[in-house]
């Protein structure tokens, strides 16, 4: 069993939509959650930071995390086509390195 | 303000040659870490520096892979005599201070192909 996983998609939406994005862990370890957008072929962009369970909304993003169920969620509300990308969960256990990632969720918004 | 450069953007490289990936960290960031990236899979951490020191190197493989961040200059990821199986887009990060999760920006990449 994978550390992190995350189900690669794609995932096709029209635009407007709520976006619901999934990972699960194994490690109850873990503290950090975060969640970072890619766009094709450039790195990372940092989108969500979460310590321990609860929620966190910024702007159309809000971020869930579950440590009982072990399952972090990323929520995209009135998704646009910028919003089309791969989005990946990473999660640590002290926070600031060693991060785990998931392989990413690529989404498609369809205007 | 300058992000997080990486050079070179695309590499070749013919199976035993040396690959060597720069970084230079966003200014006034001490801190840098570099990741692999396999097609289909997430980002695997490597190795985690500051300057002249290496901290966490417990993501590197253990042969052929190095790194270093000099008191000058950028951070090096040295491969040598790569294989078909180092093909892969290497990033690097950076922060401003040690523990900063919030604060980690990555580059946009350096992808090598081995031939």
């Known amino acids: 069993q994978k550390e992190v996983e995350q189900d690669p998609g794609p995932l096709s939406v029209p635009e407007g939509a709520i976006v619901s994005l999934n990972c699960t862990y194994s490690n109850s370890a873990f503290q950090y959650f975060m969640w970072y957008r890619q766009y094709s072929r450039k790195g990372p962009e940092l989108l969500m930071y979460t310590y321990s369970s609860g929620n966190k909304e910024d702007g159309r993003f809000t971020a869930q995390v579950d440590k009982s169920s072990k399952y972090i969620s990323l929520f995209i509300r009135d998704s646009q086509p910028s919003d089309s990308a791969t989005y990946l969960c990473?999660?640590?256990?002290?926070?600031?390195?060693?991060?785990?990632f998931g392989p990413g969720t690529r989404l498609s918004v369809l205007p | 303000n300058a992000g997080v450069m990486q050079n070179p953007r695309h590499l070749v490289r013919r199976r035993g040659q040396e690959a060597r990936l720069r970084c230079s960290p966003m200014?006034?960031?001490?801190?840098v870490y570099w990741y692999r990236q396999l097609p289909e899979e997430g980002l695997k951490f490597m190795v985690y520096?500051?300057?002249?020191?290496?901290?966490?190197e417990s993501g590197m493989p253990k042969e052929r892979f190095s790194a270093e961040f000099p008191k000058e200059g950028p951070s090096i990821l040295r491969i040598q005599q790569v294989v078909r199986g180092d093909s892969a887009a290497y990033f690097c990060?950076?922060?401003?201070?040690?523990?900063?999760?919030?604060?980690?920006?990555f580059g946009p990449g350096t992808r090598l192909t081995v031939l």
């Open positions: 200014k006034g960031h001490s801190h």
């Open positions: 990473a999660m640590s256990v002290t926070g600031g390195q060693n991060f785990v």
């Open positions: 990060a950076s922060s401003p201070q040690l523990g900063s999760t919030d604060t980690q920006y």
């Open positions: 520096l500051q300057k002249e020191n290496i901290i966490d």
